[in-house]
């Protein structure tokens, strides 16, 4: 119950919210939420996309905004939801293409020179002296 300023208590129906900007209650569409900062109804966090068919979208990629699509990650790639990037997986490496590559077994990644290195058989590849 909510306080709709004239002092009477006011129930919102389920699945309205209490807009407590403007002191009443609000029906967002399906699949949206209210948000009480801009006391608007808004996609949700976990799907905060807007596609051309007004259907808010979750996007483990890299949204267009001009084209309003996710564009997948790349192969070797996966979502870093803190970067907001796609990011090299596992034993995977950004060569200087931009490319995730893996280099293959048993050749390491060299960091500074963005190259696989094989050593020879009994030897091991130190980063710090590359």
Do not use: H
């Not at 009443?24 to 109804?41: A, E, L, M």
């Not at 996309?49 to 990650?73: P, R």
């Amino acid at each position: 119950m909510f306080d709709d300023g004239t002092g009477k208590c006011v129930n919102c129906p389920s699945p309205d919210s209490w807009d407590l900007k403007n002191k009443k209650c609000v029906r967002c569409p399906d699949g949206f939420t209210f948000d009480q900062n801009s006391s608007q109804c808004a996609c949700p966090k976990e799907k905060p996309y807007l596609d051309v068919n007004n259907t808010c979208q979750a996007c483990n990629g890299e949204w267009d905004a001009t084209k309003i699509t996710c564009k997948a990650c790349e192969a070797n790639t996966t979502w870093n939801e803190t970067s907001k990037k796609c990011e090299c997986q596992g034993e995977n490496f950004v060569d200087g293409s931009g490319k995730c590559i893996a280099c293959p077994k048993p050749a390491a990644w060299d960091l500074a020179n963005k190259k696989c290195v094989r050593c020879p058989e009994g030897f091991v590849f130190d980063q710090k002296t590359s």
